[in-house]
């Protein structure tokens, strides 16, 4: 059985904790020995094409893809029993930024050009919002909607990952379930296990998040709070800035020079053994805070568009970055501290009932 993956490559490590634990789950739901594995560069699909993976980098020849017949090199997709879209932000409309998730990258050239004129059969899980923070979704506009109800009437399957995605479904004339991100589960494809409380874990991204949608985010503002509450508790505890690509270790060595960094990227599996021994979390990096939770860890994540809106689904706290300030991110550090005791237990059941409805949508 051949498994094609729309995901990105040596891109993000969340995108891989995402991708490496749908690959748990969808063992546990097949239970066929002979899985094959593809992987499929979203943002280049001309990496569909077996031997073209080396040229992720290059968006500009994704215009050869389009001009190259199907048939003349082996296929990713074509060879496919199954394209799954692993978990990223599916649903966005952003007018005034002009970001439209019509407008995307991969749908046309996978989909609609590959898929549609092969035998795999086309599954959309942990599918995400990113709309700005306080969106409720309904600004999504006729073009998008549109491009909503293609896009799950095409796929056998659908879950998605935040409410606000559920809702944009919705205005769209659709309903899909809400289950926590596959990210869960990424420890288990490996068999990591937790282990003692060693450190707490502080992300930094300069905007709060990737991208800003034109909300006007005071990045010097959230720098200053972020800083001192960094440099207070570091007072009493051992604190690790873990980041998750070259842009956050360079702010993290301006921030403090001699400070406990850890920076691994792109190698996903040494971040999860690094989350295994967190004591929690206050980070940025959404996927992040997710891996700790998966091992028994809670954490508090700062953010500005919707994505956010997963960590909720597992019952943990998010903070508008704008709001953030060195006294609510106080209040947070003492709430994960009272938490951490009890969170190991909720989280075994938040996941033993994420498992059971994921093996019913899959083997659906």
Not at 3 to 29: C, E, M, P, S, W
Not at 75 to 94: E, F, M, N, T
Not at 187 to 205: H, I, K, P, T, W
Request: aromatic share 12%; charged share 25%.
């Amino acid at each position: 059985m051949i498994i094609t993956f729309i995901t990105t490559i040596r891109h993000n490590v969340g995108d891989d904790f995402v991708r490496d634990g749908l690959k748990y789950l969808i063992k546990r739901a097949v239970k066929n020995n002979n899985i094959k594995f593809f992987n499929i560069h979203k943002h280049v699909p001309l990496t569909a094409r077996i031997g073209m993976g080396s040229l992720r980098r290059f968006k500009a020849l994704q215009k050869v893809d389009d001009l190259l017949p199907l048939n003349l090199t082996s296929d990713r997709v074509l060879k496919a029993d199954w394209l799954v879209q692993s978990g990223a932000p599916i649903y966005w409309c952003h007018e005034t930024a002009k970001a439209h998730c019509y407008d995307n990258e991969w749908f046309v050239p996978l989909v609609q050009r590959r898929q549609q004129h092969s035998a795999a059969e086309f599954l959309n899980i942990a599918g995400g919002s990113c709309q700005t923070f306080f969106s409720d979704g309904s600004e999504v506009c006729l073009d998008c909607q549109a491009y909503i109800r293609e896009l799950f009437t095409l796929a056998k399957t659908t879950t998605l990952r935040d409410r606000i995605a559920q809702k944009m479904l919705n205005f769209s004339g659709f309903d899909a379930p809400v289950l926590p991100c596959t990210s869960l589960f990424a420890a288990d494809e490996y068999s990591l296990q937790s282990r003692e409380d060693q450190y707490v874990v502080v992300n930094f991204m300069q905007r709060g998040a990737h991208y800003t949608f034109k909300q006007e985010i005071n990045e010097q503002k959230w720098r200053t709070e972020f800083n001192r509450f960094y440099h207070k508790i570091k007072q009493s505890e051992k604190v690790v800035i873990c980041c998750h690509n070259r842009e956050e270790y360079l702010l993290a060595r301006q921030l403090d020079p001699q400070g406990d960094i850890f920076y691994a990227a792109p190698d996903s599996t040494a971040y999860l053994q690094f989350f295994a021994g967190a004591k929690f979390g206050i980070v940025n990096r959404i996927h992040g805070a997710l891996a700790m939770a998966s091992f028994g860890k809670p954490a508090l994540v700062i953010g500005s568009d919707t994505r956010t809106q997963m960590i909720k689904e597992i019952g943990l706290p998010v903070l508008y970055v704008n709001d953030a300030d060195e006294e609510s991110l106080f209040d947070g550090y003492r709430a994960l501290n009272a938490l951490k005791n009890t969170f190991p237990g909720y989280m075994k059941e938040i996941k033993a009932k994420a498992l059971r409805e994921y093996m019913n949508a899959l083997k659906g």
